[in-house]
């Protein structure tokens, strides 16, 4: 399973995308689920029992460590935002630089970096 998902990884790295702890661990899953489902078909009924699996944070800092990959993003941003609380901070913002007299270059952006995950090689 952890095979695959390597070249999961590798594939989605060379066409340029970045892949988060959390969808690593979906896909881990849904690996596994796919695995399960057809040795469940090659062996019968019989088979349907077993352990499952979970893509916990544990396994994923052992999977690291297992196959080579380094850290590159821990978390991704939510996709939707509050665009009419941004609006309203852009006002209020104005206001402060206005009102405090700052300068444009005393004012500048900062944000949290995420981190990815990239194989060593």
């Keep these: 399973m952890e095979q ?32 399960k489902r057809d040795v469940t078909e090659m062996e019968g009924e019989s088979s349907q029992g077993g352990e499952g699996f979970k893509a ?9 460590k297992r196959s080579g990959i380094r850290s590159v993003i821990r978390h991704v941003e939510a996709s939707s935002a509050d665009i009419k609380a941004a609006e309203n901070f852009i006002k209020v913002f104005e206001n402060l630089i206005s009102e405090e007299g700052y300068l444009p270059q005393q004012v500048f952006n900062c944000d949290e970096t995420g981190l990815f995950w990239k194989k060593n090689a």
Excluded: P
């Excluded at 916990?56 to 690291?64: E, Q």
């Design 4 to 35: 695959l998902l390597l070249l999961w990884i590798k594939e989605k790295q060379l066409a340029g995308e970045s892949v988060s702890e959390a969808i690593i661990c979906e896909k881990a899953g849904a690996i596994f689920q796919d695995l």
């Design 56 to 64: 916990s944070r544990g396994w994923f800092d052992n999977f690291k």
